[in-house]
T-cell receptor, first 116, second 113 residues
Framework: GAGVSQSPSNKVTEKGKDVELRCDPI?????LYWYRQSLGQGLEFLIY????????KSGLPSDRFSAERTGGSVSTLTIQRTQQEDSAVYLCASSLVAGTTTDTQYFGPGTRLTVL | AQSVTQLDSHVSVSEGTPVLLRCNYSSSYSPSLFWYVQHPNKGLQLLLK??????LVKGINGFEAEFKKSETSFHLTKPSAHMSDAAEYFCVVSDLNTDKLIFGTGTRLQVFP
């Protein structure tokens, strides 16, 4: 079956522009996560959605970052007024059920964002 | 708070020799632990996971890891390295309440012919 997909695979933007990154989770997965992988910071959690509950935004680095998940499926991560330090690979993952500490998270291929 | 420490940033082995990638964890409760692998320009792939069942966990591609509570370790091993094993490996612990993953800094494995 289809895995987690992300688009675009690469995005180059100018400092100050807004960008939107898209994630399509595995069908039927109720939990969706965004992570960021950058040089010097490693892999860090950004935000987490579980069903219709309010998202856990505790990992978002600033108020320029936001995310939504429409209809419990597709998610969009938006970065406003991009800065050079936002350059990173943004990874999305989904799992069948969250909160069990046993469910596997399946990762998409990531979106490589470069802010010039 | 949970955390993991990967003790080596780089490991180099010859093809056919054993692989050992070290990971120590810190957790106030029995953790869920994972090893993920990331090949160049590829997504993260789960190698194996520990969820308080058997302490010796077998994963894909001949990898295994042993959970040792007394040593707070979860080292990844493979008896014989293959060239295709060259990649970045991440030791990961799962947050109890949210399942968000907390990643180690990664170990880059090089395999020489």
């Amino acid at each position: 079956g289809a895995g987690v997909s992300q688009s675009p695979s690469n995005k180059v933007t100018e400092k100050g522009k807004d960008v939107e990154l898209r994630c399509d989770p595995i069908s039927g997965h109720t939990a969706l996560y965004w992570y960021r992988q950058s040089l010097g910071q490693g892999l860090e959690f950004l935000i987490y959605f579980q069903g219709n509950s309010a998202p856990d935004k505790s990992g978002l680095p600033s108020d320029r970052f936001s995310a939504e998940r429409t209809g419990g499926s597709v998610s969009t991560l938006t970065i406003q007024r991009t800065q050079q330090e936002d350059s990173a690979v943004y990874l999305c993952a989904s799992s069948l059920v969250a909160g069990t500490t046993t469910d596997t998270q399946y990762f998409g291929p990531g979106t490589r964002l470069t802010v010039l | 708070a949970q955390s993991v420490t990967q003790l080596d940033s780089h490991v180099s082995v010859s093809e056919g020799t054993p692989v050992l990638l070290r990971c120590n964890y810190s957790s106030s409760y029995s953790p869920s632990l994972f090893w993920y692998v990331q090949h160049p320009n590829k997504g993260l792939q789960l190698l194996l996971k520990y969820t308080s069942a058997a302490t010796l966990v077998k994963g894909i591609n001949g990898f295994e890891a042993e959970f040792k509570k007394s040593e707070t370790s979860f080292h990844l091993t493979k008896p014989s390295a293959h060239m295709s094993d060259a990649a970045e490996y991440f030791c990961v612990v799962s947050d109890l309440n949210t399942d968000k993953l907390i990643f180690g800094t990664g170990t880059r494995l090089q395999v020489f012919p």
